[in-house]
């Protein structure tokens, strides 16, 4: 998928990842990550919004770049939507992250893209707790949509990653619900006597519900359950072993890549979407010690994440309030 | 509709605080972006464009090629969450590719394309937040892009967008006045004073075009002089950047010598 090598470039590649003690081209042990760098808030129109890095020297370029935004629409419970909220999410490349591809190519890459990151996503097992409106009436329904605007290997994890961070910044606006009830007078409008305690009455109570924004001074709360948001890990696989963060160059050059999505919440571990990208076979035994490896990067990947999301609240919020009391 | 929001009060101040002919705030980012041969950010108030151009290098397909000349190729590209409400444009989508067919005829006066026969430059336009005035940022950014990537230009290009309320003539509406009111862009060749592109979705006036013509080539003057000056500190930056390390692998050499 990525740029082509000749054959004696992916052996050297490999040569060197295999080789003891291992090397890469820019001198990172074989589990190390490039420099991430992310930032929340990006996008002014959306309910939450990051855009992250991997690889970018300041100012310099030539790193992989993907910008996630959310957003809320409400929807009709029974015309489309699902009872309780539901998630849509779709990446879209920019031509310029893959220049050398033809606009076929390009749809079906992202496509590819999309299906990995909506199916990990959009699974009933991660709904957040508050994207109801009105219980079998009104809900959210979340778009996450993903730009993928330069790709200098390991799109993926960056896809995962910024797709947390956006969901981890989405604020739900506070909704009240409002029912309409027909007067009970006008229901005994016959003059009959009618005994309102009666368990047999099967008339239909009309009534119409509808919801109203709260007003309040802040955009309203974050997602339900947004610990659980999964991170993913993907392994690369040269047999016998396997690294991390893969540049373009490495990843044109491995043959197999193992891709897993965990997500840790106080209940436990789970392992929420699992991909084998390239061609070729691999045995149970790799795999199983592959999602044993995994679990430890993805953990390590999820603390540091979640640190850098806190201090971007704290930035924000500091920085917000601060402009608030200069006004 | 008594909240109705009012275009131009009678203090001569518009809803976003501007006066008649001030322009938002343009900030203009020339740093490498992904692997672009030249790449363009910039933004006029809300409205955020990024540009990437690529080239001139041999087209993808047989095809594309002129004998001649170097072939175009504009790709727009709205991000879905750029406008308020969510909307996702494809790739055939008509607006989209009526965008781009405006962009790349905007510029093939202006490129000097015969430099370059049988090879392709490819301007891929990204619209990162809208608000009002996204073809005249599409415009300015595509300009800056091309000669952030070295590509021979007989000009800069600077496009503008003007309207009128009743009688006064406005600058760089935002989409709330693009909304209301008739509404033109146009794009000058600020050192000749030719123009390469005026366009117009609205109905104006006869009597009032003039006005606002005159207006907006005015203001493009002023927005050729911020492009130029940001063109001048990357290329600044760049010679600096390079003389320090010309000077370095002179001091080796030196060292070498001794």
Redesign the interface.
Known sequence: MAISLSKAEKSYIQAGIVGDPPHRSDGRALHDFRTVALETGVAPLSNGSARLTIGTVLRGGGGTEVLAATKLEVEDVKVSGVDGGRIVCSVTCSPAAYPHLSSGALEDLQYDMTTIVDQTLSHPSLRPSNLSIVKGQKSWLLNLDLVVLSDAGNVHDALFMAARAALWDTKVPRTLSIEYKAAAANRNAGGMEIDDASGLDTRQQPSIADFGLHDFWDEGEPLGGREAWPVSVTLNLISPIHYLDASAQEEAATPLRLLQAFSFSPSGTSLQGMRVLGVGELDAKTVKQGIEDGEKYAREIYTALNAKLKDEDVRRNQKASYRFARR | MGSRVEILNEGGFRSDGRRQYELREVTIDL??????DG?AVITHG?TRV?V?V?GPREA??RSQTIHDRANINV?V?I??????E?R?RS?GDKRILEMAATIKSTFEPVVQTTLYPRSQI?V?V?V??QDGGVLQACINATTLALVNAGIPLLDFVCAVSGGVYSTSPMLDLSLLEENDLPNLTVAVMPKTGKFTLATMETRLHVDRFEDIFKLVCSASQALHQEMKDAVRVRTTSLVTAMGTIQSNVGGDMMMDES
């Not at chain 2, 740093?31 to 672009?36: F, H, K, R």
């Not at chain 2, 991000?79 to 308020?84: E, I, N, V, W």
Request: hydrophobic share 35%.
């Open positions: 740093s490498q972006q992904g692997q672009a790449a809300l990024m990437s690529f993808k397909s790709e590209a991000s879905p969450f750029s406008a308020g969510r996702k790739r490819d891929f990204q990162l937040q």
